[in-house]
Every structure is written in structure tokens, then in C-alpha cells.
């Protein structure tokens, strides 16, 4: 291609695209070495796998390997996609393309240059079944594949991590990472040093779940008083107390509704110094109350407040909100409160992919996600051209002036068309949208299967029937669901399906973001079937009231409620860019919130490291405190001295981090609440939360090595050191008897410094 064309052809496509050509290329050479390599024995496949000099003969091995192992030769186009992981980008190739295969070659090929791969799946039962379903392929290769899931035993993820391809769930290998982190003996760790990490339904990961941080918490603590908030909240009336923004993300006490709480409270001043904590507790109980909504932000189900996951719209197994919100919801709903901890180290998903050098993955929707994998990961995505191009017939919004008018054509077209057999999948928002579909569908003696995700591997079985005859599936959102769905389900036949127009998917409203939609709608028309997609909307669609609530009435209305102004049909897309916006807005200011404390996190943890390994601890400290460390020299095994040495500064060093994660978390809260009291100030510049954030941290963290030095090198000076090493319970310094790991889901309308951002940020918009 001439460097014009080239630029040309840049300038064309969307941004972060890599270009194709140069894997396009290398096709010809494969195809070249298949014959020659049909009569190698398995043997010696193994040991030319491991002398492939380029990628291209790699590829022909391994193409070889998969068609021995499996029964099925890769494509070209899924060559493409393992050459394109190979390279360090993104491969976008749609649903039933056979991406688990693609990547599978890819990690076997990163595992004979030398490097340890770690292939990240959504759930564990994902996990485990392409582990397993990829092993025959491997051996072929030479390569040792093993995963991991919830129920593995530390010594069985020590040897699994031990594997040149490791397949996990995103959350175990954070949580294993973070358990890590209190480890008091090296011959503990469990985990490797991060290298190569090929993330599938990469969007899903490192976009819709980015944010999601894992914790570690430990020790049990007392409940709250947040019953007492959460009876102030119910008290306050919307619009005279507090006020919501339009898209119902913030929520702020009005001068009357602070004067009622502080009433309420015995006559304080909320805006206080001293009541900062006070005012913090107020704010998260409003928040439970004005802003979480049963059946939408969450369910209650056995006593107990599950979490629906905001991008995946199902109940979150093993998620909570922070701390505080958790405890205001179950105050909320008058439900017992739930074991609360302390938290000892939290990750975010996002941090936990940025620490491994050589990032990969592959989606059916990663294109529309370029900007941000750009920005966030810096990784490039690469498009590759569906096996069989894609005739699916994706129809224009049907657009609805009224909820129940949008909800009642629903029910029409699914019932036309399983008039005929034909199945159908119905993508709703949420699982009280999804409830209510079911009980309409029932009302019209339509039979569904209802999904809302208690069980992956079941959940995969049923998806995996959506295709049959006469099928009515009804699920919350698709993405990330890894199971693909074949015409005729498991043993139907796909052609009799196909003569019938082939799956066909409707989605009850558009999503937040366009690529859910996409998600939705690969679901249909997988390797060159014939399918149809089309959205419902309503212009009462929480989409619409959020993101473009000056929305002019329709004109053009008929009988049935369908609206066909071209006004009203350009405000849906309208609100669904602006939604992407206000996303990525939110994602960026996380981002940079984040980073600073995960900076802070490696400067503690490399240190850390040390401390572990080496004798780093003892020295410092008989340099701190000479005579001490001569008088337990005298008597004791130098072995007993160091080790001793090291489970203080270890002690110390993990408390003290706690500790500043802790004041960090009320620094950030703390910054946003003074703000909204003082309102925007009269200079016009509105105090930079962000800005301030930093300044305290830094200053706090400068600090911090220092002080753990300091009281280890009290401890050592004053604990009782014995033969039998230092009892540092005596001591008053309890290490945490139990730990537990969780994810938060964090609060759905951003964290409270997002919120402030929002509020005062030069970039608000509206
Ligand atoms: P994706 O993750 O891209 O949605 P999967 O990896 O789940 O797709 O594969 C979808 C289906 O395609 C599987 O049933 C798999 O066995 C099949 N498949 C993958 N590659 C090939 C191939 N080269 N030839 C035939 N079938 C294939
Ligand atoms: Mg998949």
C-alpha cells in the first residue's frame, strides 16, 4: 500500500485500529507448510513447536495440532486472530468466530518463547471447561496448561500458577495477588511474577469491570450506627430535603435538609470539622435511600442485599458495595448487617491487568471500545473479517411513546414470530425488566426461560438452547456470557432453523453504551446464519429521562403508540452518546485517582518484597537500635534475630499500609462533602478535589515508610524476643485472625470523588 493510501486508509477507520495487512501476509507461508506437516508423528509436533522460528510456522503446527487434538482446523481468520494477540493488541472477532482456539495457539506460542501466560476468564466456570477443552491441543504442542478456580486449594494454585498457561478468573488471580500480600514466609507466595495476560471478553474486563476493585479485608469489627442514619434519610423529602441530578448519579442535601439532619442529630453543625465522619454517614444513608433501588441496584433475597452488577445487569455473586453503603442498604431494608472488616489491601481490576508487561485479549466488541483500551491499556484493537461474512439484518429502533405501549409490542412480535418456531432471545435491561417480561409473556401463554445468572454453568446450558425450535429465552444483558448460541440448540437441526430466518434477538431498550448493544446482537447471524436484531425504546426509557431529558414530545404518534418522528429517533442515540460520555469521563477520573495510590501500593509492595527475602529488616534495625540488636545477638541464633526482625517491620509495614488506605478513603470522601457544603466558592475556581486529593496523599505517603521504621524499631526495643522468636501478640499487635476476599461492586453512580468531579470539574457538561 502506498504511505498515502495508508494514511488514507487510517484516517478512514476508527481510532486504535491496527491495520490487518501484515498478518494478512503471513497466511500464504502457513498454508504453504500444512502438507509437509501431515505425516510429522504427534512427537515430533511437539519438538517443531518448540523450534518454530517465526510466527508463521508456529502457526502451521499449531494449525496441525488443533486438527489432530480437536477435529477442527483453524480458519484463517482465527490464525489471523492469534497472530494478532500475539502482537500485543486486541483481536475483535465476533461470537461463534472460535476465539477460544485463537487463543489458545496464541498462549502456547508466548509459552515457547519463554514466558508464562495467564489466560483471564470472566467466571470460573469459563475457566475451567476452555482449560479443559483446549488440554488436548497443548500436549499436542508441548505446552502445560492448568486453572483455576474458586475452590482451589493454595497448593493447588501454587502448581497451577506454576503451568506455562494458567486459566483463571479475573477476581481469584487478583484475589490470590492480594492474599499475597500478607504473606510472612517467602515458601508462602503463591502466586508468579506477572508476564503475559490474555484476557477473554476483553471489553467486558477492562472496560465494564475495570473499575471493580478486589479486597482483602481481615478482622471482624463492630456493625454500625447506621440505623440511625438511615432513619434520618427515610425522614427527608426529595426536593425540599435533598435534590438528585437528572441522571440520578448524585445526591445532595439542600440548606433545609441539612438544617432537618442536623435537627434530627441533637442540634449539630454537620459542616463541622469534627463531624466529618458524621456527615459522611448521613451522605451514604441518603444515598442508599434516595438513589439505590430495590429490584434495580439490588435484590433481597434469604435476609440478605445482593448486589445486581451494573454491567452485566444479574445478581453479582461476591460483591458488595463499600463498606459504608452495604451497611446503609441493609439499615435501609432493616436486615441484619452483614460481617463488615477492615480492609487490609484493595486492587482494581484495571491495576491488576496493568501489571503484567504484555497484554492481550479478544472480544466480540472491542472496536467500539478502542478509545478507551487505547487511553487506559494502551493496546490497539485489530478487526478480523467474520469466517463467513455476517448476514444478520439488524432492523432500526422501534420506537414507543409510552413504557406500556413499548412493552405490550414486545410481547406481539415475540409471539408472531414463535408463532412460526422460530427462537428467540430477549436482551432486557434489568432483572425486575426481566421478571416483569416473563409475567407478560405468561399472561399471553407464551412459555420463556428466564435467566439471571445463580449458576454460570447452568446458565451456559440453557443459553446454549436458545436456538432451538420454538425457544423464548429471556436473559439480562449478554456480554460476557461466552457461550455461543447454535441454530437447533444441541441436536436440533440448524437448517431447519435457518429456513425459518434463524435466531431472532430483540432487545427490550438500549443499553449505556452502544457495545452492549452490539453484544446483544452478535448473539444472532453467528458464522453466516441468517438472523434478525431490533430494540424496543420507549421514550419513558430510563435512557432517555437520564441522558436527554429535554426531549420534545412526539408528533407523530399512531395508534399502537409508535412514534415515527425522526426528531425522537435521533434523541435515543443522542442519549445513549452522551451516556458513553459521562462514562468515560467517569472512568478517566477513577483512572487518575487510582493510579496514584496503586503507584504508592509498588513502592510499599517492592518493598515489602525485600523485607521477605532478604535480611533487610534485621539490618535496619541494628542500625536503628545497635545496642538492642547486640544484646539478642549475644544470646540468640542470628536466624531467630532476622526472622524476628522481619515479622515486626512485616506487622508494621501491613498495618501501616491499612492504615493509609483507610485515610486516603476518608481523605477522598472528606474533600467531596467539604466542597458541597461551601458550595462553589466565590472566586469563581472551584476547589479542585482531584488536585487536593494528591496533595494529601503524597504528603501522607512521604511519611509513611518513615513511621513503620520508626514503631518497628519500637517494638524490637521493647517486645519479647526469645529462641522461640517474637510474640507479638503479647505485644498488643494482633496480626488479623481471619481474612476474606470480596469485589466491590463500587457504587453504580460513580464514587463519591467522581461525583465531585462531575459537580465541579471544568469539563461538567449540561
Ligand atoms: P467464541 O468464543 O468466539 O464465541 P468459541 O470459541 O466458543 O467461540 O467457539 C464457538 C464454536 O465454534 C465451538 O463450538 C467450537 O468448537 C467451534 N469452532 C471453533 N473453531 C472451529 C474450527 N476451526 N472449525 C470448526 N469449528 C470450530
Ligand atoms: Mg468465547
Redesign the pocket.
Known amino acids: 500500500m502506498s504511505p498515502l493510501r495508508e494514511r488514507v486508509r487510517r484516517f478512514l477507520e476508527k481510532p486504535g485500529t491496527a491495520s490487518l495487512a501484515r498478518y494478512q501476509r503471513q497466511l500464504p507461508a502457513i498454508a504453504e507448510l500444512e502438507d509437509s506437516l501431515r505425516n510429522v508423528t504427534d512427537a515430533e509436533l511437539a519438538d517443531l513447536a518448540g523450534e518454530a522460528e517465526g510466527d508463521a510456522e508456529f502457526c502451521a503446527i499449531a494449525r496441525e495440532a488443533?486438527l489432530r487434538a480437536?477435529g477442527?482446523?483453524?480458519?484463517d481468520v482465527?490464525l489471523l486472530g492469534t497472530l494478532v494477540m500475539l502482537s500485543g493488541h486486541v483481536a475483535e472477532?465476533?461470537?461463534?468466530?472460535?476465539?477460544?482456539?485463537?487463543g489458545a495457539l496464541a498462549a502456547a506460542r508466548y509459552a515457547w518463547q519463554g514466558r508464562s501466560v495467564h489466560v483471564m476468564s470472566v467466571n470460573d466456570y469459563l475457566a475451567r471447561r476452555d482449560a479443559e477443552w483446549m488440554r488436548p491441543v497443548y500436549d499436542l504442542l508441548g505446552v502445560t496448561v492448568a486453572w483455576i478456580d474458586q475452590t482451589s486449594t493454595p497448593d493447588e494454585r501454587r502448581r497451577a500458577y506454576q503451568a506455562q498457561v494458567t486459566y483463571a478468573p479475573v477476581s481469584e488471580i487478583g484475589f490470590d495477588v492480594l492474599r499475597d500480600r500478607l504473606a510472612g514466609d517467602a515458601a508462602d507466595l503463591v502466586t508468579t511474577q506477572p508476564d503475559v495476560v490474555l484476557i477473554?471478553e476483553a471489553d467486558s474486563v477492562m472496560i465494564d469491570e475495570a473499575l471493580v476493585p478486589l479486597v482483602l479485608a481481615g478482622s471482624a469489627d463492630e456493625g454500625s450506627a447506621d440505623r440511625e442514619m438511615a432513619g434520618i434519610a427515610a425522614g427527608l423529602r426529595p426536593r425540599l430535603h435533598y435534590e438528585t441530578d437528572d441522571d440520578g448519579r448524585n445526591v445532595s442535601l439542600t440548606n433545609a435538609g441539612a438544617r432537618a439532619a442536623e435537627r434530627a442529630l441533637g442540634g449539630i453543625d454537620l459542616y463541622a470539622a469534627d463531624q466529618l465522619d458524621t456527615l459522611t454517614r448521613l451522605n451514604v444513608a441518603l444515598h442508599a435511600h434516595a438513589l439505590l433501588e430495590r429490584d434495580v441496584d439490588y435484590i433481597v433475597r434469604d435476609g440478605k442485599v445482593h448486589l445486581i452488577s451494573a454491567s452485566r445487569g444479574r445478581v453479582a455473586q461476591l460483591q458488595r458495595w463499600p463498606d459504608g453503603l452495604q451497611a446503609a442498604v441493609e439499615a435501609k431494608e432493616a436486615l441484619a448487617a452483614t460481617e463488615s472488616g477492615e480492609i487490609l489491601d484493595s486492587i482494581t481490576i484495571e491495576s491488576l491487568i496493568r501489571r503484567y508487561p504484555r497484554v492481550c485479549g479478544?472480544t466480540?466488541t472491542a472496536v467500539t471500545a478502542g478509545e478507551e483500551l487505547r487511553q487506559f491499556y494502551r493496546l490497539e484493537v485489530a478487526v478480523i473479517p467474520p469466517n463467513r461474512p455476517c448476514v444478520r439484518e439488524d432492523q432500526p429502533d422501534r420506537l414507543y411513546a409510552t413504557l406500556d405501549q413499548k412493552e405490550h409490542a414486545v410481547i406481539a412480535t415475540v409471539a408472531a414470530a414463535h408463532a412460526t418456531g422460530r427462537p428467540v432471545l430477549i436482551g432486557t435491561l434489568d432483572v425486575a425488566e426481566s421478571e416483569r417480561l416473563a409475567e407478560g409473556l405468561a399472561a399471553a401463554e407464551l412459555s420463556c426461560v428466564v435467566l439471571n445468572a445463580k449458576n454460570d454453568a447452568q446458565e451456559a446450558a440453557i443459553v446454549a438452547e436458545a436456538g432451538a425450535l420454538g425457544a423464548i429465552t429471556v436473559s439480562t444483558q449478554m456480554a460476557g456470557r461466552?457461550?455461543?448460541i447454535?441454530l437447533g440448540g444441541r441436536d436440533g437441526d440448524p437448517d431447519e432453523i435457518a429456513s425459518l430466518g434463524g435466531l431472532y434477538v430483540i432487545g427490550t431498550g438500549r443499553h449505556v453504551s452502544s457495545r452492549l448493544d452490539l453484544q446483544l446482537r452478535g448473539r444472532s447471524g453467528?458464522?453466516g446464519d441468517p438472523g434478525n436484531s431490533v430494540f424496543f425504546v420507549s421514550l419513558e426509557d430510563d435512557l432517555i429521562a437520564s441522558y436527554a431529558p429535554d426531549t420534545e414530545p412526539p408528533r407523530d404518534v399512531d395508534a399502537a403508540g409508535r412514534v415515527s418522528d425522526a426528531d425522537a429517533h435521533w434523541a435515543v442515540g443522542h442519549a445513549q452518546r452522551v451516556a458513553e460520555g459521562a462514562h468515560l469521563e467517569i472512568h478517566r477520573n477513577t483512572f487518575r485517582y487510582n493510579r496514584l495510590i496503586e503507584d504508592q501500593r509498588q513502592v510499599v509492595l517492592a518493598h515489602r518484597d525485600r523485607v521477605l527475602r532478604t535480611s533487610a529488616a534485621a539490618d535496619a534495625l541494628a542500625g536503628r537500635c545497635p545496642e538492642r540488636y547486640a544484646e539478642l545477638a549475644g544470646t540468640l541464633d542470628s536466624q531467630v534475630v532476622e526472622g524476628a526482625a522481619r515479622r515486626i517491620v512485616l506487622y508494621h509495614l501491613d498495618r501501616g499500609w491499612a492504615d493509609h488506605l483507610a485515610v486516603l478513603a476518608g481523605i477522598r470522601e472528606g474533600i467531596h462533602l467539604r466542597a458541597l457544603g461551601q458550595g462553589p466558592n466565590p472566586f469563581g475556581m472551584a476547589l479542585d478535589p482531584l488536585t487536593e486529593f494528591h496533595r494529601e496523599a503524597v504528603a501522607l505517603f512521604g511519611r509513611l515508610l518513615d513511621q513503620v521504621e520508626e514503631r518497628s524499631a519500637e517494638t524490637f526495643r521493647t517486645a519479647e524476643i526469645t529462641a522461640a522468636g517474637v510474640d507479638l501478640d503479647a505485644a498488643g499487635l494482633k496480626r488479623p485472625s481471619a481474612t476474606w476476599t470480596y469485589l466491590v461492586q463500587d457504587n453504580p453512580f460513580g464514587t463519591v470523588l467522581d461525583r465531585a468531579l462531575r459537580r465541579f470539574g471544568p469539563s461538567r457538561r449540561r
Open positions: 488443533a480437536l477442527e482446523r483453524p480458519f482465527q472477532m465476533a461470537t461463534g468466530e472460535g476465539k477460544t482456539l485463537a477473554d479478544m466480540g461466552g457461550t455461543d447454535r453467528r458464522q
